[in-house]
């Protein structure tokens, strides 16, 4: 699996009504950064040319500048639930097999939310806060980027 990080993923009045939110349920929550996160599945290693074409094929969206309070602070990850294929998956996915890069078994995006808090949040207090930052019908919020693998794992009927 290859991550790609993207552009910021919410407006800056997006992003202040959702710290209203989140701070009033824990008041450390002082602000919030976010930015799309790109997933590939691939068969196999993609060679520099290939690397280069998918990553420009990701670049899309607002050129913002990063946003304020970028970096340092907890990272939940909200991405489609296991075992579904999001609607941008499959039209992102036929792209790039347009562009021939068959390689690529599929791609998937996500959000990544920096909560910024005036003293370090614990995983039970991004637990508590997760739901606010996604839709449990459609998303799953995770805590560990590296639990993002579980998008691409295919289940016995």
């Known amino acids: 699996m290859?991550?790609?990080?993207?552009?910021?993923?919410?407006?800056?009045?997006?992003i202040a009504k959702l710290v209203q939110r989140l701070a009033a349920l824990e008041p450390a929550v002082t602000g919030l950064a976010t930015r799309f996160v790109h997933f590939a599945d691939l068969e196999r290693p993609?060679?520099?040319?290939?690397?280069?074409?998918?990553?420009?094929?990701?670049?899309?969206?607002?050129?913002?500048?990063?946003q304020a309070g970028g970096g340092a602070g907890a990272r939940?990850?909200?991405?489609p639930r296991a075992g579904t294929i999001s609607p941008w998956s499959s039209k992102a996915?036929?792209?790039?097999?347009?562009?021939?890069?068959?390689?690529?078994?599929?791609?998937?995006r996500g959000i990544?939310?920096?909560l910024h808090a005036a003293q370090p949040l614990g995983s039970a207090q991004l637990a508590r806060l997760?739901?606010?930052?996604?839709?449990?019908?459609?998303?799953?919020?995770?805590?560990?980027?590296?639990?993002?693998?579980r998008l691409f794992e295919h289940a016995a009927p």
């Open 2 to 14: 290859l991550e790609i990080p993207g552009a910021p993923a919410l407006s800056a009045f997006r």
């Open 46 to 66: 993609l060679a520099a040319g290939e690397l280069a074409v998918l990553r420009e094929l990701l670049t899309y969206g607002p050129r913002l500048p990063a």
């Open 76 to 79: 939940v990850l909200v991405v």
């Open 93 to 108: 996915t036929d792209i790039v097999h347009v562009c021939g890069l068959g390689c690529v078994r599929r791609v998937e």
């Open 112 to 114: 990544e939310y920096t």
């Open 130 to 149: 997760a739901p606010l930052l996604c839709d449990r019908m459609t998303e799953m919020a995770l805590l560990e980027a590296a639990a993002a693998a």
